[in-house]
């Protein structure tokens, strides 16, 4: 398996780790590591930076999968060039707890998929008939 490159690659692994802006270390990332990464909102793997406008949805759930609330254009993101995370930059921690005691606050984890809902959502329809095509 590769690594996502482009929306419509297929056979890829796509792989994003939010966070806040002013992280330089986590559990996730170690401080002097850099990961792999592919905005779900430009689908771009270098830092361009993506605008909140093109943010489809978020959508925060319950257990059962139920769409709670829904909130277009709540961020934009970009992938750091050195860390290699997805760089969050329209939240807060105050707003976006760690939610888990391995992690810190700004380590938006628990949230990848949430904060960019619609835009995978949108991305499983485009790799499937890149797919279909192939």
């Known amino acids: 398996m ?8 297929t056979g890829v692994i796509i792989s994003f780790n939010s966070e806040a802006e002013n992280v330089a270390d986590s559990l996730m990332i170690p401080a002097g590591t850099r990961t792999l990464a592919i905005n779900p909102l430009n689908w771009k793997t270098d830092s361009t930076f993506a605008d909140k406008s093109l943010n489809k949805g978020a959508c925060f759930t319950d257990y059962s999968g139920s769409i709670l609330t829904e909130i277009p254009e709540l961020t ?36 990848d998929y949430q904060f960019f809902y619609r835009n995978l959502q949108e991305n499983v329809q485009a790799r499937i008939l890149a797919y279909m095509q192939q």
Do not use: C, N, Q, W
């Open 2 to 9: 590769k690594m996502a490159s482009r929306e419509s690659d």
């Open 76 to 111: 934009g993101a970009y992938v750091d060039p050195v860390r290699g995370a997805l760089k969050v930059p329209d939240v807060s921690p105050d707003d976006y707890p760690a939610g888990l005691s391995i992690f810190t606050d700004g380590i938006y984890h628990l949230y």
